[in-house]
């Protein structure tokens, strides 16, 4: 069966060839041995996945036949996926903590492939593929606050905040889980429990064992970065917030959004904070400070001149990311539907609004797709938040062969890649920078 046009054609396509032929011929052994079965399609579509992520070939041949049914076609719908999502809310602690947390990094990363594989079958665009996978870390996130009871706390009051990329229905493969933690203590001395479950729960879900792992959690965004306490406490968190911030710090808490804990806290919070977020600025000051920190930015964490930093590079996603916060925070007071937390709708808004003409926000988007999918590309081959790639041909042509740059001159096919690129790059910095100097 290795030898079949469709495997063959989708070992010439994989996004790492070599691992993926590797890869394929083991699972073939293995079939043979063990007795499974699979269709063609599905082992098509497999030798696909091997071909785009080490870490889920690794999870294959881990679950085994467990994990044959995914690769079936009526399992590659997005309405399958959004079940699963809904039924992973409903796992319990029937037995230890230590069971019901492994059947979740099972469950975790089954859907988390299952996503990748509606990518790869060009079933979901990046868009709809970082909406999906914002739901299954949301949906993580409320099992493991059930399996620690964070939500049957009689006198505490609990919200938490989703930060950066999954406050914004952007989370892409390796994102991390950027949280803020709030509490309102009903009685006196009693905050020292639910510091105590936060930081237990947060270390069951950055462990990484044979099932995989749930995720990295980054607590630097909450006030006074990692030198401030791992839970906050309402008053102090709304008096750092309602004090003179720096305009970097009011273009963090753009990407804030509350995804559990108690209602009355979580409004208070959002309502009380966004009020001094979308204040009134001084826009020629703002656009000043913005162009600064993007600079400052780029300067101190792009690396140096022979890599690419997808992210924080010259006309990467940072660009567009600091141009919608200057749409928000400039107008964000009389225009509160630009108080999204996606990049892509303030996009859109900005738009509607005459901000911003559709054409340059139809390049901007395609330019911002185009990143996320390479960054997509680089991250999920061993799940690691990376951002930025040397220039080598073997370091480029899987982002290459992932944006459909496709030549048996793999030279070629990268020298294509990085020529669309360069021209996202020129065209996201001369935008961004004639936007902000024009409002100077």
Request: charge should be negative.
């Amino acid at each position: 069966m290795n030898d079949s046009p469709e495997i063959k054609q989708a070992l010439s396509t994989a996004w790492h060839s070599e691992t993926a032929a590797n890869s394929i011929e083991r699972w073939l052994d293995l079939c043979q041995q063990e007795g499974w079965e699979m269709t063609v399609d599905a082992l098509t579509l497999m030798t696909s996945l091997f071909g785009a992520s080490w870490y889920f070939t690794r999870f294959c041949f881990y679950r085994g036949n467990n994990i044959i049914s995914l690769f079936d076609n009526d399992a590659q719908k997005v309405a399958v996926i959004e079940s699963s999502l809904d039924d992973l809310k409903n796992i319990a602690s029937a037995g230890s903590l230590d069971e019901a947390i492994e059947r979740l990094r099972i469950r975790k990363n089954e859907i988390m492939l299952s996503i990748l594989l509606l990518q790869l079958g060009s079933v979901v665009d990046q868009e709809q593929t970082e909406a999906l996978l914002t739901r299954l870390a949301e949906n993580v996130l409320i099992v493991m606050y059930r399996l620690f009871g964070l939500d049957q706390l009689e006198t505490i009051q609990c919200s938490v905040l989703a930060m950066g990329r999954f406050a914004g229905n952007e989370m892409n493969y390796g994102s991390d889980l950027d949280l803020i933690f709030i509490e309102k203590v009903m009685v006196k001395n009693s905050d020292e429990y639910i510091v105590n479950k936060v930081r237990k729960m947060l270390r069951y879900i950055a462990t990484t064992d044979p099932s995989g792992a749930l995720y990295e959690i980054d607590m630097r965004l909450r006030p006074h970065g990692n030198s401030g306490v791992l839970v906050t406490r309402l008053e102090s968190f709304l008096k750092y917030h309602q004090a003179d911030r720096e305009v970097w710090e009011r273009q963090l808490m753009t990407r804030c959004r509350v995804v559990l804990g108690n209602y009355n806290l979580s409004e208070q919070v959002n309502n009380e904070v966004m009020n001094y977020v979308y204040g009134e600025y001084e826009v020629s000051y703002l656009a000043k400070e913005i162009i600064k920190v993007r600079l400052l930015v780029e300067q101190e964490l792009a690396g140096g001149s022979d890599k690419i930093d997808l992210k924080r590079g010259k006309g990467g996603v940072m660009d567009i990311d600091f141009l919608t916060h200057f749409f928000q925070l400039a107008f964000g007071a009389k225009y509160p539907q630009l108080r999204s937390t996606s990049t892509r709708q303030v996009l859109r808004e900005s738009s509607k609004l005459g901000f911003i003409n559709e054409k340059t926000v139809v390049e901007l988007s395609a330019s911002y797709d185009f990143y996320k999918k390479s960054e997509a590309a680089l991250r999920v081959f061993d799940m690691k938040s990376i951002s930025n790639v040397t220039k080598d041909t073997k370091s480029l042509l899987p982002l290459a062969r992932a944006s459909a740059f496709f030549n048996d001159d793999h030279d070629k096919a990268v020298a294509e890649y990085l020529d669309r690129l360069m021209l996202y790059r020129d065209r996201v910095r001369q935008t961004f920078e004639s936007i902000l100097h024009a409002a100077i």
